[in-house]
């Protein structure tokens, strides 16, 4: 049973802090995504996991073994680059076997079964005997891929594998890693600052800012219920708006509109961060968090009973399956998502409701979540929210 556990993992380069103090365990046969911005400590951390740095601080384990200090090879983990990492002199089948007879006790009849049941995974029987300069961008990923699997590592790492792909092919690429996974069923660890990589790869996500976890969770969890701010704009395309506001008397209470605030419960839990474990007093300043899909154009014809929110529409965007619409509500920017076809200029002033279900407060200081509009659904006993009015 692979299971790969962090405790207190610390890395500094000189005066940076680039992994700052991580606790993490991924679970055996878990395909787990590292997401983040650049500069955040996701691939220093691969590459801790891989032996390819050491450690300033903490402990490893691998299987239940201390891995800390043990070198590379003797890790039993197989690494997939960005840059595909194939040497271009080498053929398709002696890029995916370089290597095995110093790593393995490996005969030559067994290395040419793995070859085989690695090139009809993923169909790349073809691709063996040219070199890496007669490939694609995707072949070139899939025999580096087939150079990991030959292996049977107790974990696959995967430091951004994708990005160098054009969008069709990441897309195609992404289901291929998808079914990969389900064959093979082995500990996955995958890098990546593509928050829709993460969101359709990650059985959980690992959402990482300066160095730290900011929040880990199922990536509907994520979505739906984000412990701080950042994680609320990272992940959600387009970004989740932020608009500041007082809390009043169970009321958001914006200098362009008062609305109130259902009495949900689906605060997230504390995590090692602290997040969830924020309070407000009555009338202390707060974030209104609303993302632009809950937005909705008013429609008079319905005798909606929500309060309404007027906004200036400054840019509009089509997207062909949606209309984006850049907007202001006092001073304050926002987005809304339309129906991709409504006859809407830029300079117009429309009125919003919103979804009442799909609203979130955050300390306007420390950016942790302190109330969700929405119960999260769960069999843990749900704390009662911490709005205080």
Known sequence: ????????LHKE???VVAVNGIDLEINHGEFLVIVGPSGCGKSTTLRLLAGLESTTDGRIEMGGRDVTTVEPKDRNVAMVFQNYALYPHMTGRRNITFGMKSSGDFTDEEIDRRVTEAADTLDIADLLDRKPDAMSGGERQRVALGRAIVRDPDAFLMDEPLSNLD????????????RLHSTLETTTVYVTHDQTEAMTLGERVVVMNDGQIMQVDEPQVLYDFPENRFVAEFIGDPAMNMIPVDVKDGRAIH??????????????KSNQNGAGDAQITDGQ???LGIRPEDLHLSDPQTNDELPTIDAEVNVREPLGDSLLLHCSIGNTSCNIQAEPRMPITAGETVSVT?????????????????YHSELRQSTDEQAPSKLTT
């Open 1 to 8: 049973m692979t299971t790969v556990t962090l405790q207190n």
């Open 13 to 15: 380069f000189g005066d």
């Open 167 to 178: 969008a069709k092919l990441r897309i195609q690429m992404r289901a291929e890693l998808a």
């Open 255 to 268: 200098e362009t509109f008062d609305i109130p605030l259902p009495s949900g419960n689906g605060q997230p």
């Open 285 to 287: 300043r707060a974030i």
């Open 354 to 370: 919103y979804d009442p279900a799909r609203l979130h407060l955050f300390d306007a200081e420390t950016g942790e979540a302190f």
